[in-house]
Nanobody
Framework: QVQVVESGGGLVQAGGSLKLSCAAS??????LGWFRQAPGKEREFVAA????????EHADSVKGRFTISRDNAKNTVYLQMNSLKVEDTAVYYC????????????????WGQGTQVTVSS
């Protein structure tokens, strides 16, 4: 059984930084990703990283500001978020899959409960 648990959300001022963590228990999953969902909006892709950590993808909206990384020894993925904007406010979800990297939520079988990130102006 795979379980995914996020941590690290909170309230930060615009321009500030936060680091999210996600621990995945069980087998080492091939791809770990982050998605977010703002009120009234669909869940959107943020970033993903494959097991070897040699390949990452970031959404255009966060490229240059957010960085995904992983520690396979700890089966943990991180999302370093810098230069946060008000529009980054959302519930952030960690997701995991045994499949190749994808920006499509349906490709991820395992999801955390989400962590709230609120950016104030």
């Amino acid at each position: 059984q795979v379980q995914v648990v996020e941590s690290g959300g909170g309230l930060v001022q615009a321009g500030g930084s936060l680091k999210l963590s996600c621990a995945a228990s069980g087998r080492t999953l091939y791809t770990l990703g982050w998605f977010r969902q703002a009120p009234g909006k669909e869940r959107e892709f943020v970033a993903a990283i494959r097991k070897s950590a040699d390949n990452t993808e970031h959404a255009d909206s966060v490229k240059g500001r957010f960085t995904i990384s992983r520690d396979n020894a700890k089966n943990t993925v991180y999302l370093q978020m810098n230069s946060l904007k008000v529009e980054d406010t959302a519930v952030y979800y960690c997701a995991a899959t045994f499949l190749e990297m994808s920006r499509t939520p349906d490709r991820y079988a395992y999801w955390g409960q989400g962590t709230q990130v609120t950016v104030s102006s």
